[in-house]
């Protein structure tokens, strides 16, 4: 079992993984920024090295300076939470050169799956099916051109190695093309220093579903039931839940066996995530996979009561699943509201600044993931998120009605915050009905007033 464990990451991810080696009696070490040096992170672990100033670069993207904390720290393992190095291959390997345990897939894999050109070809070898689209990466617009007139329109042009929503446009026609691909290519070179894109057939009005696996190195593979997360605005999550409403078992199982197809097509260890499209037909298509755990995860471990960050940390330990397949009984409605330092009447700018008095919800079948607290400084350097709230209830009802309460009593002063854009949310109709898509968010603040 891993003895000492440095989470390269912060905010509330960090503290979720503190939490959890805490119960299973491993020490922590938390890494910081000049920018953090208050974090609750910082607090809860049992020590905490400063690994640079305050821009990313510096400091959580920094992999000589994490490597350098966790080795001066005694540590043999590192957990890289949710974005940051969680899915950069370089980093795996230079854990992988320092026989320093990662806890997540190996670097191969990885490069594999990050790389969305060679994740589709990998998906279509296994007989997963795959949105059409083009069948390398693509550097010149008027390659493209030819490209999405024999695929499709309309199509989405993405960035090769991207990922958040960045590098993203569509295309409805010809004459947009060359508008779209341009400010594709250039927002992807900025965002992820790299050029190449990928085009692909786009899927209108699509349900967002993606099943989480779990696997060992022993060569077990399960899958923990599916997460709509269609709620999205500028191409990120806003809310999820679990089970999605509008999967028959049929369709649900044929989804599940995919999934599981597809980690075993990359004999994939640690937690994942595959990410699905369904189109109103029922046809679903793979769209990505996450090679770690999710943002969202605590949804799964709601309906499960599977703890995914200890079940990770036993994998990277070279420990067998503690459950099988048969094990997995889904139970309830969850869902979860990401909240969020944004003026949603204003684009969702991140608003930044000084929080003076919180309070946070409680009860029966209430969680709070969250790093804040009275006095703390949100950042403006960092990404916006401030808590995830999760519900579970024994229906889908019940569990809108138990999220409407637990939002209801939510206070953050000091800051501009996304609570009631999500009450909000909740009490709307077609929400309720679930009957609802990617698209949403854009139809939802044209009926609100």
């Given at each position: 079992?891993?003895?000492?464990?440095?989470?390269?990451?912060?905010?509330?991810?960090?503290?979720?993984?503190?939490?959890?080696?805490?119960?299973?009696?491993?020490?922590?070490?938390?890494?910081?920024?000049?920018?953090?040096?208050?974090?609750?992170?910082?607090?809860?672990?049992?020590?905490?090295?400063?690994?640079?100033?305050?821009?990313?670069?510096?400091?959580?993207?920094?992999?000589?300076?994490?490597?350098?904390?966790?080795?001066?720290?005694?540590?043999?393992?590192?957990?890289?939470?949710?974005?940051?190095?969680?899915?950069?291959?370089?980093?795996?390997?230079?854990?992988?050169?320092?026989?320093?345990?990662?806890?997540?897939?190996?670097?191969?894999?990885?490069?594999?799956?990050?790389?969305?050109?060679?994740?589709?070809?990998?998906?279509?070898?296994?007989?997963?099916?795959?949105?059409?689209?083009?069948?390398?990466?693509?550097?010149?617009?008027?390659?493209?051109?030819?490209?999405?007139?024999?695929?499709?329109?309309?199509?989405?042009?993405?960035?090769?190695?991207?990922?958040?929503?960045?590098?993203?446009?569509?295309?409805?026609?010809?004459?947009?093309?060359?508008?779209?691909?341009?400010?594709?290519?250039?927002?992807?070179?900025?965002?992820?220093?790299?050029?190449?894109?990928?085009?692909?057939?786009?899927?209108?009005?699509?349900?967002?579903?993606?099943?989480?696996?779990?696997?060992?190195?022993?060569?077990?593979?399960?899958?923990?039931?599916?997460?709509?997360?269609?709620?999205?605005?500028?191409?990120?999550?806003?809310?999820?839940?679990?089970?999605?409403?509008?999967?028959?078992?049929?369709?649900?199982?044929?989804?599940?066996?995919?999934?599981?197809?597809?980690?075993?097509?990359?004999?994939?260890?640690?937690?994942?995530?595959?990410?699905?499209?369904?189109?109103?037909?029922?046809?679903?298509?793979?769209?990505?996979?996450?090679?770690?755990?999710?943002?969202?995860?605590?949804?799964?471990?709601?309906?499960?009561?599977?703890?995914?960050?200890?079940?990770?940390?036993?994998?990277?330990?070279?420990?067998?699943?503690?459950?099988?397949?048969?094990?997995?009984?889904?139970?309830?409605?969850?869902?979860?509201?990401?909240?969020?330092?944004?003026n949603p009447r204003k684009n969702f700018v991140p608003c930044p600044g000084h929080i003076s008095g919180i309070y946070m919800p409680g009860g029966n079948g209430v969680r709070v993931d969250s790093a804040i607290y009275s006095g703390y400084d949100v950042s403006p350097f960092y990404d916006s998120m401030l808590a995830k709230l999760i519900v579970h209830g024994k229906n889908r009802e019940e569990a809108i009605q138990k999220m409407q309460r637990a939002?209801?009593?939510?206070?953050?002063?000091?800051?501009?915050?996304?609570?009631?854009?999500?009450?909000?949310?909740?009490?709307?109709?077609?929400?309720?009905?679930?009957?609802?898509?990617?698209?949403?968010?854009?139809?939802?603040?044209?009926?609100?007033?």
């Amino acid at each position: 079992m891993i003895r000492k464990l440095l989470i390269a990451n912060r905010g509330e991810i960090a503290v979720r993984i503190i939490r959890a080696c805490r119960e299973m009696g491993i020490e922590t070490v938390a890494v910081y920024s000049v920018a953090d040096r208050e974090a609750l992170h910082t607090q809860l672990a049992d020590e905490a090295i400063c690994i640079g100033e305050t821009k990313s670069s510096d400091s959580y993207l920094n992999m000589e300076s994490i490597m350098s904390a966790a080795v001066s720290a005694g540590a043999d393992a590192i957990h890289p939470g949710v974005g940051f190095l969680s899915e950069n291959a370089e980093f795996v390997e230079l854990c992988e050169q320092c026989n320093m345990k990662f806890v997540g897939p190996s670097s191969a894999i990885i490069r594999k799956m990050g790389n969305k050109a060679l994740a589709r070809e990998t998906m279509i070898q296994a007989g997963v099916p795959v949105i059409p689209g083009s069948d390398q990466e693509v550097t010149e617009c008027q390659v493209g051109r030819t490209l999405a007139k024999e695929i499709g329109y309309p199509v989405i042009i993405k960035a090769a190695l991207g990922g958040g929503g960045k590098g993203m446009r569509v295309a409805y026609d010809d004459s947009q093309f060359e508008s779209a691909f341009n400010t594709a290519k250039k927002e992807s070179e900025m965002a992820f220093g790299d050029g190449r894109m990928y085009i692909e057939h786009y899927i209108e009005h699509p349900r967002h579903i993606e099943f989480q696996i779990m696997a060992d190195s022993h060569g077990n593979i399960i899958h923990l039931g599916e997460r709509d997360c269609s709620v999205q605005r500028n191409h990120q999550k806003m809310i999820e839940e679990s089970p999605t409403i509008v999967l028959d078992d049929e369709t649900r199982e044929k989804m599940a066996q995919m999934a599981i197809r597809a980690a075993k097509a990359v004999a994939y260890e640690s937690a994942g995530t595959i990410e699905f499209l369904l189109e109103r037909t029922g046809e679903f298509y793979f769209m990505e996979m996450n090679t770690r755990i999710q943002v969202e995860h605590p949804v799964t471990e709601m309906v499960t009561g599977l703890d995914m960050i200890k079940e990770q940390i036993r994998i990277a330990s070279g420990e067998e699943l503690s459950v099988s397949q048969q094990d997995v009984l889904p139970k309830g409605h969850a869902i979860e509201c990401r909240i969020n330092a944004e003026n949603p009447r204003k684009n969702f700018v991140p608003c930044p600044g000084h929080i003076s008095g919180i309070y946070m919800p409680g009860g029966n079948g209430v969680r709070v993931d969250s790093a804040i607290y009275s006095g703390y400084d949100v950042s403006p350097f960092y990404d916006s998120m401030l808590a995830k709230l999760i519900v579970h209830g024994k229906n889908r009802e019940e569990a809108i009605q138990k999220m409407q309460r637990a939002l209801g009593e939510v206070v953050i002063e000091g800051i501009t915050s996304n609570v009631d854009y999500l009450y909000d949310i909740l009490c709307d109709h077609i929400f309720r009905q679930g009957n609802y898509d990617v698209e949403f968010i854009e139809g939802f603040n044209e009926r609100i007033p």
